[in-house]
């Protein structure tokens, strides 16, 4: 985690000059995550993303060796000196404030302070990597970084895409003030509860009693001064950005711009391919036992069960605040534990498939589409909301704001001839109207490919 390997691509070819002309052609990224993750009418829907695609196609060529290229100065595994990594803050008075890791240990952060014009600038990052909806889950969590901040370590910043401070590779958010929220409480920073772990000592279920104090102790160091704060999170850390939207959003003044970037965060309530929902199963679990009820939106407990609203699919109905959400159609992560947990699969016909698509039969990969189709579906009570944000690609990976590969190198996706960093970009400071763009079926796109992040 802390010995990052850059990559330098160059991508040539005559016929793609039209398209990579203003583009740099190596591009810095890691292969690495800033923290390990989870134990977590489509066709020609864009004419534009169509001609990019058949360009790329066209006109991709990836060197992997390599010597200098002159002003380009393109390298290729060529190792760099180890980034610096930003220290942990426990949260002051955590044991009195609530704000415990579930062994009882203060709750934890990083931040990277903002420089220039993006000193007022303030952009939150809720970790992801899961959750434990059982004692058992949750016993065994905490004798990790992600169930104690005894085992957490600083880290670095940089090739972790929105969160990198390097302007090329990251233009719009280099220099803002920067924050990790780090998740030790296995419910998406929701729950409030005790219990008691398998060794006889007590469970502490605090997440939102966490995501409290953090933002709490931040306004004190200048995020109440804000002109501008984006709230985002990738996968159990996406759905929590879900979750708190708007209350971010309400402890500002009208006049800061505040909106908020789930990545990989639209959890589906699917079959899964032996006809069980064992992931609403799961969730259910997990909301009795850490009592996440107080974090859900009313209009929707007025009508749902709370596992219910839980759900990626009836959050966004209850949202306010201007929010992107950044997904994969085929999100690796849910396909291999929602759509193809190993329980429905005993004869193991899909293992292979499942590590990577490529693998699949033509059955297979339509029971993906199918899996997209619906993802696709759920995100239609959004088109009408013009200050959201979509990037749906279809690609086999989760998690993409925070992998400078995906983020925005010269093999990110792409759609609508932009890189997420682009879309995104254009989201958030309004440089374009209507942002959202959505991928064909796999396996259209040619800006996808093996090495992003599953």
């Known amino acids: 985690m802390h010995h990052q390997l850059s990559i330098h691509i160059l991508i040539l070819h005559d016929t793609a000059k039209t398209v990579l002309a203003n583009r740099t052609a190596a591009m810095a990224a890691t292969t690495k995550p800033l923290l390990h993750q989870e134990p977590e009418e489509r066709q020609h829907r864009s004419a534009a993303n169509s001609a990019c695609r058949l360009a790329v196609a066209s006109a991709v060529l990836i060197v992997l060796?390599?010597?200098?290229?002159?002003?380009?100065?393109?390298r290729l595994f060529l190792s760099l000196p180890d980034p610096v990594e930003v220290e942990l803050i426990l949260v002051a008075g955590a044991t009195e404030k609530g704000a415990v890791c579930l062994d009882g240990t203060p709750a934890g952060y990083h931040l990277q302070r903002g420089s220039g014009s993006g000193s007022n600038n303030w952009l939150i990052h809720l970790e992801g990597a899961g959750w434990c909806g059982t004692i058992k889950e949750c016993s065994d969590r905490k004798m990790s970084m992600f169930g104690s901040s005894n085992f957490m370590k600083p880290i670095p910043f940089a090739g972790a895409g929105i969160l990198d401070n390097d302007q090329q590779l990251n233009p719009d958010f280099y220099n803002w003030n920067k924050v990790y929220v780090r998740?030790?409480?296995?419910?998406?920073?929701?729950?409030?509860?005790?219990?008691?772990?398998?060794?006889?000592?007590?469970?502490?279920?605090?997440?939102l009693h966490i995501y409290e104090a953090v933002i709490d102790e931040l306004m004190e160091k200048g995020l109440t001064n804000a002109t501008k704060a984006l709230l985002t999170g990738c996968s159990a850390g996406g759905l929590a950005t879900m979750l708190h939207c708007d209350d971010f959003s309400a402890r500002f003044p009208r006049e800061v711009s505040v909106k908020?970037?789930?990545?990989?965060?639209?959890?589906?309530?699917?079959?899964?391919?032996?006809?069980?929902?064992?992931?609403?199963?799961?969730?259910?679990?997990?909301?009795?036992?850490?009592?996440?009820?107080?974090?859900?939106?009313?209009?929707?407990?007025?009508?749902?069960?709370p596992t219910e609203c839980f759900l990626s699919v009836e959050l966004i109905k209850s949202i306010n605040t201007p929010m992107f959400i950044l997904n994969s159609g085929y999100d690796s992560w849910q396909i291999r534990n929602v759509l193809v947990p190993d329980p429905s699969d005993p004869d193991k016909?899909?293992?292979?498939?499942?590590?990577?698509?490529s693998n699949c039969n033509s059955t297979q990969v339509e029971v993906f589409d199918g899996f997209m189709d619906t993802m696709v579906d759920a995100l239609k009570v959004v088109e009408d909301k013009e200050d959201w944000g979509l990037f749906i690609d279809s690609c086999f990976t989760h998690c993409q704001s925070i992998f400078g590969l995906s983020w925005n190198s010269a093999i990110s996706p792409r759609l609508g001839n932009k890189t997420i960093a682009e879309v995104v970009g254009d989201w958030y400071h309004g440089r374009s109207q209507g942002v959202k763009e959505i991928d064909c079926e796999y396996p259209c796109n040619p800006t996808c490919n093996s090495l992003l992040p599953t």
């Not at 060796?65 to 393109?74: C, D, E, I, S, Y």
């Not at 998740?183 to 997440?207: H, P, R, V, W």
């Open 65 to 74: 060796l390599m010597a200098a290229f002159g002003h380009l100065r393109t």
């Open 183 to 207: 998740n030790c409480d296995g419910a998406s920073f929701s729950g409030d509860a005790e219990g008691q772990a398998q060794d006889g000592t007590t469970l502490y279920f605090k997440g």
């Open 260 to 305: 908020c970037l789930a990545d990989a965060g639209f959890f589906l309530d699917v079959m899964d391919i032996s006809g069980e929902r064992s992931f609403r199963s799961y969730y259910d679990g997990l909301l009795h036992l850490q009592n996440v009820q107080k974090v859900l939106p009313k209009d929707c407990l007025a009508k749902k069960d």
């Open 349 to 357: 016909s899909w293992l292979s498939c499942k590590d990577d698509m």
